[in-house]
Every structure is written in C-alpha cells, then in structure tokens.
C-alpha cells in the first residue's frame, strides 16, 4: 500500500455505513467506468448483487433481445469489505454520468449512505468529491443466466471483429455470422449492397476457429455495434453460436472484469 493509499485509508475509517456494511475502494476506476459506460447503451435501470468476492450484474435490456453478464472480481480493489450480499437497484445512466467524472487518478470509494443511497467518492490528492445517488426498487425477479451449448468457438482480437461490424454497418441492418472449419465469415446484404468479411484461422493473429461444420446465424447490427465496446476491458473476444440460436460475446480480464453478452438471433422466414 504506497503513502497516498495509508492516508486515504485511514482517514476513510471513521465513515461506516450502515444498512449491510460495505466498502469497496478502486485505485484505478476504469474498469467500472468503462464497463457501466457499455451496459448502460443497453439497459436503463439494473441490480447488483454485491458479494463477498464480486461485483455483479445479469440484466436484459428493455426489449428482451439481449442480456448483459458482468462480474467485477474483488481482487480489482484495494480495498473491498463486503460481509453478507448486498442487492441494490440503481439507475445506470445516473451511474454512468458519476463514474464519468473519475479521472484515472483518483481513488473511488463505493458505500452505502446513513440514508440508505449509494455513495460515491471521488479522491485525489487535493480533491474529495462525493456523489450520493438512490437506490431504485426493481420489481422483476432475478434474471437467470441461460445454460447454452454452442458448437462454435471463435477466439479472435476484439480489434478484428470490431473492423468487421464496422464493415458490415455500412451495408445492412443484420449479418449472418458463417463458421466453417478454420474459418469465420460476417456477410450482409442491403437492397444492392453486399459485405463478406473472411477471417481466417491464423496463429500470429491469435485467432483460433472451433467449427466442424458450417453453421450460420443472423444477429442484429444495431445490437452488436453496442456490444463489441467490450473491446475497451480486453484485447480478445470470444464469440460463441449455432444455427438460429442466440450469439454469445465474452470479454475477459484474467482476475479482474468479465462482461459478456447474449443476443437473440434474428430468424427470418425464407
């Protein structure tokens, strides 16, 4: 724990907060920031599940079209005292406009206030702001993760498949994702347009395609323009389908963030 990290901590003691005590101190807010940023292009208002080893989040956006995955491991923090579950419902964009005030320097302290609100410090060296935000009630019940098996596994650099939605954007509304052995294809199709984009397996790129057959899926675009911001916590992105089954996107920073997403695919009547 370096000097500044000492002074900010024992001068934190003396706040406890109450209603389920917890503490949860970021030396760098990036990751929460940039993964609330990307969650809420998606959904409005969405609970936490506070854990004794994570922050997490399993929400469906107002549609039903797309869930998002989250989880914030507590090994992120320098701090994270949490004793039992906590459950808070919060408004993301509120949340989003806080976190977007952090600059990489500051420490970030999440608790709960003596009203039961969400309090959040911003910390330099010279600077304490602090933002108070409510707790919303969410009536629906908890959302359950869907337990789905795909036959397809593509490992790729989230910049490359970044570049292909980009392409594809420019044509169409939907793209049919294509996975044969070794290789991955996007295509799409306007009124007279066409975009094929090929990647191919390759081991200098890190691209690794898992596909025995050929299988093909359509996702909308609008959707996957929103989730490939993923590319902002990690590097690399797995993408995950089958034939007329949703398509799952995972990014992944080992011990520290997870945020992954399901989308429904778009079937058309051919």
Do not use: W
């Amino acid at each position: 724990m370096s000097e500044r990290e000492r002074a900010l901590a024992s001068y934190r003691v003396h706040s406890h907060s109450t209603g389920g005590n917890m503490k949860l101190t970021l030396a760098e807010p990036s990751y929460l920031k940039e993964s609330i940023s990307i969650i809420s292009d998606l959904v409005n208002e969405a609970r936490f599940k506070i854990t004794p080893n994570a922050i997490e989040l399993v929400a469906m956006d107002p549609a039903n079209v797309a869930m998002v995955v989250f989880k914030l491991l507590s090994s992120c923090f320098t701090e994270y005292d949490v004793e039992k579950d906590i459950e808070i419902g919060i408004n993301l964009s509120n949340l989003k406009q806080v976190l977007r005030r952090a600059s990489p320097k500051d420490m970030l302290t999440i608790e709960m206030d003596a009203d039961n609100r969400l309090k959040i410090q911003l910390e330099s060296t010279t600077t304490r702001r602090t933002f108070n935000l409510p707790i919303i009630d969410l009536e629906e019940k908890d959302q359950k993760v869907p337990d789905l098996k795909f036959p397809v596994t593509i490992k790729t650099s989230s910049g490359i498949l970044n570049e292909a939605v980009a392409d594809v954007d420019v044509v169409g509304e939907s793209v049919a994702f294509i996975a044969e052995p070794k290789k991955f294809i996007l295509q799409a199709e306007g009124d007279l347009n066409r975009a094929r984009i090929e990647i191919r397996e390759d081991d200098i790129t890190k691209v690794s395609i898992n596909s025995d057959e050929k299988i093909k899926s359509k996702y909308s675009i609008e959707y996957l323009k929103k989730m490939i911001n993923g590319s902002k916590l990690s590097d690399e992105v797995v993408v995950q389908f089958s034939k007329d089954y949703p398509l799952k996107l995972e990014y992944k920073t080992v011990d520290k963030v997870m945020l992954s997403f399901i989308l429904a695919p778009r079937v058309e009547n051919d």
